[in-house]
């Protein structure tokens, strides 16, 4: 034990002694730097022997390191406090919602509060919740067998706990999905939506945002639309509804929303009603036909997407659409909806999600779990009004629009040359700056790029945006202080392997990167 206790002795004292010389290290190295006598002493013995012209640069040389060291400190002292500020503004924002999180709690305490005192009026009575609410209908003796008592597996017969969704159904009954026999290309496809919107709506759009958006559209089901406040980011989601003569459901989000009830609904155990939301609504409608369906996020991260969102971005990156399906409630009854499975429900496959973001100092970040699964779209400029044919709304089936994705996928896959050259900026990338492009964003890539060459694009263009929004987006979670020097290289290697000046959107997002650094 004693050879032991001399060995960790020995062994341990190394480490420990080195960083008691680190520690002296730095502060003799401190001191060292300003030790005032030491310089005034240096200047005691030369000041006699200076000439004018000497004594001029002996001044500009103190002036300088007066300089470097007054920068240095500044510097730091600026980044500390930016860090302090930004560290203030997130703990501002977590109170906030703490105490939004709380209020919730009191207000959801409050209605069962009310709800158990309506339960003991009602119980009083001697009605029923169903029968305090419609008395009329209330003509039961009470004696079983009788119509009224039959019950379900959960619940009673007469109650329709999804009635919104119930007259769809009966809405519905008897429709069949039509066939527009539609005949026309993607780029035709956005030219039509482009003058649809000029001259129908007076908004307008360039063709390289359209094409961005419609490869958007074929590589994820949720699309970002992100930028400046007054760019139109709303009203391009809101156009493309009006254009496929189906208006978009537009779900302002609250900073209150938490999880997925906050979006669909939940289930009232009083009343025993499901409190149906309008995009609940929209997802049941579009099961039934086969045209293009939009929901609008509105301001979707002014509450934690990852939160509210959650099982929708997991549902959606299954493979196999049969399996897109989510629980709304836990049992079943005899009169739920008919496109009701056990509780659960398919999501429609002729539904897109698009989401606009801000950012400013009332919104949450966006994290990289949503931006993955999802297609960012940048909307930072107006575009001047022009003219353009007049181009009414028109009748659109998914399945031919997807059709149309297909066959771009086929007859403009990226090429041979494109993967190779992007294998090796992923390893570039790695190896500078230790990010990664990961399976899916590669999958999206061979989805988005195909479809932007048919909306009238070429293809390192379509590489150019795609990379810029979903990889280089990544660059902004990095210290940039440290990254700064390998900007320049990374943008010489850009124009090496794509041709000078080709990645337009990459560098200039790279040169703003630097600026900001």
């Not at 938490?258 to 009603?273: A, I, P, S």
């Not at 790029?449 to 990379?467: M, N, Q």
């Not at 990254?483 to 959107?505: A, W």
């Amino acid at each position: 034990m004693n050879t032991f206790i001399r060995f960790f002795y020995e062994f341990i004292s190394i480490f420990v002694g080195g960083i008691v010389d680190v520690g002296k290290g730095i502060y003799y190295g401190v001191t060292k730097m300003f030790n005032i006598f030491k310089y005034k002493k240096i200047l005691d013995s030369y000041k006699t022997s200076f000439n004018i012209f000497e004594w001029i640069l002996a001044i500009l040389t103190m002036v300088i390191l007066v300089v470097i060291v007054g920068a240095a400190l500044f510097l730091i002292i600026s980044r500390l406090r930016r860090y302090l500020r930004l560290r203030r503004q997130k703990l501002n924002q977590d109170e906030l919602l703490d105490e939004i999180g709380n209020l919730n709690k009191q207000v959801k305490k409050l209605m069962k509060e009310k709800d158990e005192l309506m339960a003991m009026k009602v119980s009083q009575l001697g009605l029923s919740p169903n029968d305090e609410e419609n008395p009329s209908d209330s003509n039961s003796t009470g004696e079983p067998g009788e119509e009224g008592d039959e019950e379900n597996m959960d619940g009673n017969a007469g109650d329709i706990r999804f009635p919104k969704l119930v007259r769809i159904d009966k809405e519905m009954e008897g429709f069949k999905a039509k066939n527009y026999n539609n005949n026309f290309t993607l780029e035709e496809l956005i030219d039509n939506f482009r003058c649809f919107a000029a001259t129908q709506l007076h908004l307008y759009y360039n063709e390289s945002l359209l094409r961005a958006f419609f490869g958007g559209l074929a590589c994820s089901k949720l699309i970002i639309l992100q930028g400046i406040s007054g760019t139109g980011k709303t009203s391009l989601a809101y156009a493309w509804g009006k254009f496929v003569k189906h208006n978009s459901c537009i779900a302002s989000v609250q900073p209150s929303w938490r999880d997925k009830t906050e979006l669909l609904g939940y289930f009232n155990e009083f009343t025993k009603k499901f409190n149906e939301s309008n995009v609940l609504e929209e997802l049941y409608i579009s099961r039934f036909d086969d045209d293009i369906h939009t929901v609008i996020l509105d301001e979707m991260n002014i509450a934690r997407v990852e939160y509210y969102f959650a099982e929708m971005l997991s549902v959606l990156e299954v493979p196999n659409r049969n399996e897109w399906v989510i629980e709304l409630v836990t049992t079943t009854w005899l009169d739920d909806p008919k496109l009701l499975d056990h509780g659960k429900l398919r999501l429609p496959s002729n539904l897109w999600y698009i989401g606009t973001i801000n950012n400013d100092d009332s919104t949450f970040m966006v994290t990289d779990k949503v931006y993955d699964r999802a297609m960012p779209i940048d909307i930072n400029e107006k575009i001047d009004p022009f003219t353009c044919r007049e181009q009414e709304a028109m009748d659109i089936n998914c399945s031919y629009v997807e059709s149309l994705f297909s066959k771009a996928f086929e007859e403009h896959a990226v090429s041979d040359k494109g993967i190779n050259i992007i294998n090796k900026l992923d390893d570039y990338v790695i190896q500078h700056f230790r990010i990664a492009f990961g399976n899916r964003i590669m999958k999206q890539l061979k989805a988005f790029v195909p479809v932007y060459v048919a909306c009238g694009g070429d293809e390192v263009s379509g590489i150019d945006y795609f990379l810029a929004k979903k990889v280089l987006r990544k660059f902004e979670q990095l210290n940039l202080i440290l990254i700064r020097d390998e900007i320049d290289g990374f943008v010489k290697y850009l124009n090496k392997e794509f041709g000078n000046g080709n990645m337009k959107e990459c560098i200039e997002f790279l040169e703003r990167l630097k600026k900001s650094a």
